[in-house]
Nanobody, 121 residues
């Protein structure tokens, strides 16, 4: 089984910075994708940033130039560095990973428990 454990959320003022971390553990053959979703109250969950095994990244337009996603393969950990935070970034942020548990097996998507990010004066 696989678990994703997140940390780093909190309260920050507009223009401030925050770094989220997410570590994957359990039965893992390979991790194809790690990344972050977020969901604000009353809104649909949206993909924020992803990083694939080779290091390529993609971001939703609203965070480009402000957020950076990175990955430490030795630790099976993904990070989200968030700079120049805005009130509209306020949401619960969910780590996710697309993982194979054995060779030739199916991919499965896993989510973390979520961590609250609040941007407010």
């Amino acid at each position: 089984q696989v678990q994703l454990v997140e940390s780093g959320g909190g309260l920050v003022q507009p223009g401030g910075s925050l770094r989220l971390s997410c570590a994957a553990s359990g039965t893992i053959f390979s991790i194809n994708v790690m990344g972050w979703y977020r969901q604000a109250p009353g809104k649909q969950r949206e993909l924020v940033a992803v990083i694939i095994s080779g290091g390529s990244t993609n971001y939703v337009d609203s965070v480009k130039g402000r957020f950076t996603v990175s990955r430490d393969n030795d630790k099976n950990t993904v990070y989200l560095q968030m700079n120049s935070l805005k009130p509209e970034d306020t949401a619960v942020y969910y780590c996710y990973a697309v993982i194979k548990r054995d060779w030739g097996g199916a991919d499965f998507r896993y989510w973390g428990q979520g961590t609250q990010v609040t941007v407010s004066s």
